[in-house]
């Protein structure tokens, strides 16, 4: 298997725990918990994933990065209880062996959340988010692998489903889930959309046998 989690997860999932539930790609990673050291390709992958550099939007993108570095060191930082950021890393073929520098490729978000966080005893659920993948490592089965480690660490969290929301008109991320599993949920979950967004947000569920 090509997908190799390095580190215990924060100690919040054994090793041995994980594993990949896809068919493996010609592309080896490695999957671990972001660390500070991470921060500065992090914030670059989320920046280049989710904001454009054409036209007037390439004067705010080096705000809008910066933005995305502190949140993520502020978040860090706080050592949250169930919440996890993870980050995907090349690794060196078992064929050949060679050694090279591991490059930050893709990262994901799973973090346990309510519906109603204010009040107490609430049931919460672990929700996806941030899912990014560098451009020229797309349809490579990085994010494939990267869904797969969340799934280990909900059942870890003794989930019985794991969630996300996708735009209802983003075509390719509704493709990657369907070939995930994940099916349309039936629960609220915050899915109404700000109102500069123009396509409704869908909350999508893959229930965890």
Request: charged residues 20%.
């Amino acid at each position: 298997m090509f997908l190799k989690i390095v580190a215990p997860l924060l100690m919040l999932i054994p090793q041995n725990l994980v594993r990949s539930s896809y068919p493996c790609t010609d592309l080896p990673l490695q999957i671990r918990p972001a660390e500070f050291r991470d921060l500065a390709e992090l914030a670059d992958l989320l920046a280049d994933s989710f904001h454009r550099r054409q036209g007037w939007w390439r004067w705010l993108f080096p705000l809008l990065r910066a933005g995305i570095y502190e949140d993520l060191r502020t978040r860090l930082q706080s050592q949250r209880d169930r919440c996890l950021c993870l980050v995907a890393f090349t690794a060196p073929t078992a064929a050949t062996g060679r050694v090279q520098h591991p490059e930050l490729i893709g990262t994901i978000e799973i973090a346990a959340r309510s519906n109603l966080p204010w009040r107490l005893n609430q049931h919460h659920y672990p929700y996806i988010s941030n899912l990014a993948v560098r451009t020229d490592y797309r349809r490579r089965g990085v994010a494939l692998q990267l869904l797969s480690a969340c799934e280990e660490v909900a059942r870890h969290w003794d989930s019985s489903a794991l969630y996300l929301h996708v735009l209802a008109d983003n075509c390719a991320a509704r493709r990657l889930y369907d070939r995930a599993g994940f099916v349309p949920s039936g629960r609220s979950g915050g899915g109404s959309r700000p109102s500069w967004q123009r396509s409704t947000r869908l909350l999508l569920q893959k229930p965890l046998g």
